[in-house]
């Protein structure tokens, strides 16, 4: 139930460098939203993104294909599956869609992590 900061390597410029200064936190409660918020100074308007493994997307946003590059810097917007509407509600979007970072291979240690946070939950 802990936020997390992360930030390590370059800093967020042109392409995004995702990862790079990320806050992390369980989206399994809609309310982390009004804390994060609250803390933050930002607006209800602003949601937050889920950050998926490239290996589950499919299963999480409806229409997803693995040659979505673009989905690796949050600038593509999903339908969400039933289940992962259920499982993350606090990333899911009041028109049931998110707009997720989908991780691969070339974001190595925040994939590491979220697939430590996966092996835990």
Not at 63 to 90: L, S, V
Not at 112 to 120: C, E, F, G, L
Request: aromatic share 10%; with cysteine.
């Amino acid at each position: 139930g802990r936020v997390v900061g992360l930030a390590y390597g370059r800093m967020e410029f042109g392409p995004r460098a995702l990862g790079h200064r990320s806050i992390l936190a369980q989206a399994t409660d809609r309310a982390i939203n009004d804390r994060l918020n609250a803390r933050l100074r930002r607006t209800e308007f602003m949601p937050f993104a889920p950050v998926t493994l490239r290996s589950q997307a499919e299963r999480c946003f409806k229409g997803w294909r693995g040659d979505h590059a673009a989905a690796r810097y949050m600038t593509m917007c999903y339908e969400t599956t039933a289940e992962f509407a259920a499982q993350c509600p606090a990333t899911v979007h009041v028109d049931s869609t998110a707009r997720p970072q989908v991780l691969g291979e070339e974001t190595e240690l925040y994939e590491q992590i979220v697939r430590a946070y996966i092996d835990r939950t």
